[in-house]
């Protein structure tokens, strides 16, 4: 099993941007599409972007496309979110997680596919 820390999460203005960094555990890192996900208060967790396993495609949610960049560094066990024009409603805990589904491509995941999860970064927007 995978284990997952996520980081980079902080307070910023609209507009602002921030990067967050998830590293794995595991000697299989490079073999799983990786995901990004969200969660606002009082809602459900989200799937924002989803990364293949080579990194070549990418697959983001409408309200982050042009705004959010995925991108992994195998070699480091680690995905990235630069995620830049942030608005309040960015506002989350932000988990990171491995798809646990044999596929290399990038694809919308479903956060209820998920066992296990890491402790999340809160990114906080104000406006």
């Known amino acids: 099993q995978v284990q997952l820390v996520e980081s980079g999460g902080g307070s910023v203005q609209a507009g602002g941007f921030l990067r967050l960094s998830c590293t794995a555990s595991?000697?299989?890192?490079?073999?799983?599409?990786m995901g990004w996900f969200r969660q606002a208060p009082g809602k459900e967790r989200e799937f924002v972007a989803a990364i293949s396993t080579n990194g070549v495609t990418t697959y983001y949610i409408d309200s982050v496309k042009g705004r959010f960049t995925i991108s992994r560094a195998n070699a480091k066990n680690t995905v990235y979110l630069q995620m830049n024009s942030l608005k309040p409603e960015d506002t989350a805990v932000y988990y990171c997680?491995?798809?646990?589904?044999?596929?290399?491509?990038?694809?919308?995941?479903?956060?209820?596919?998920?066992?296990?999860w890491g402790q999340g970064t809160q990114v906080t927007v104000s406006s």
């Open positions: 595991g000697r299989t890192f490079s073999s799983y599409v």
């Open positions: 997680n491995a798809d646990p589904k044999p596929y290399r491509s990038a694809r919308p995941l479903v956060w209820t596919d998920f066992d296990s």
